[in-house]
């Protein structure tokens, strides 16, 4: 059972453009929700995350969105740059709802990005 | 960010032998380690999490006895495949932790594993 869903595998983007990659999840116990970006051959880099209390969280070229209501976040990267091309993971965790002690990561699949020169 | 190590990078075995990957964090000290499984084209599957110095907690459908995990040290996690199966061939990749927020946990850049 899926319980983060990167329905995308992959998506392309011309530079100077505006990326958005999309997550949804189905475990209503899911409180903070992140973001990582992975290099083929290196391991995931945290790239922004956001807690269920905000529905928008902005760090320089990257904006995540979360509605609670549709089980669903994105990240938008503008504009994007040929460097930003990699592997994007979606992450969720019940923080909150265990206490604040379970840091237990549920990934998506991941959506490969390519952005065009 | 933090440093985390992988050894080895890459592994290729005969069924039935026994592997052994180890996860370093080179410059901070880490109080809980995660193993992940990656399939190809799937998620990071996290297989257990495991505290310096205590034993690991398996994620239900992981073999402990198959999955041997030792946090013997605040910066050394390993994981022993053993009686390896063409199966169990994966990427398997470890994240460490200091105990603060999640951007605080750093990733490892993975060991192939292929069994032959």
């Known amino acids: 059972d899926q319980q983060v869903k990167q329905n995308s595998p992959s998506l392309s983007v011309q530079e100077g453009r505006i990326s958005i990659l999309n997550c949804d999840y189905t475990?209503?116990?899911?409180?903070?929700f992140l973001w990582y970006k992975k290099y083929p051959a290196e391991g995931p880099t945290f790239l922004i995350s956001?807690?269920?209390?905000?529905d928008k969280n902005e760090d320089g070229r990257f904006t995540v969105f979360l509605n609670k209501s549709a089980k669903h976040l994105s990240l938008h990267i503008v504009p994007s740059q040929p460097g930003d091309s990699a592997v994007y993971f979606c992450a969720a965790s019940a923080l909150k709802n265990s206490g604040g002690s379970n840091y237990k990561l549920t990934f998506g699949k991941g959506t490969l990005l390519t952005v065009n020169p | 960010g933090a440093v985390v190590s992988q050894h080895p990078s890459r592994v290729i075995c005969k069924s039935g032998t026994s592997v052994k990957i180890e996860c370093r964090s080179l410059d901070f000290q880490a109080t809980t380690m995660f193993w992940y499984r990656q399939f190809p084209k799937q998620s990071l599957m996290l297989m257990a999490t495991?505290?310096?110095?205590?034993?690991?907690?398996?994620e239900q459908g992981v073999e402990k006895d198959k999955f041997l995990i030792n946090h013997a040290s605040l910066t050394l996690s390993t994981l022993t495949v053993t009686s390896a199966h063409p199966e169990d061939s994966s990427f398997y990749i470890c994240?460490?932790?200091?105990?603060?927020?999640?951007?605080?946990?750093?990733f490892g850049p993975g060991t192939r594993l292929t069994v032959l």
């Open positions: 475990n209503s116990m899911f409180d903070y």
């Open positions: 495991s505290n310096e110095g205590s034993k690991a907690t398996y």
């Open positions: 956001i807690s269920s209390i905000k």
């Open positions: 994240s460490a932790g200091s105990g603060g927020s999640y951007n605080e946990q750093f």
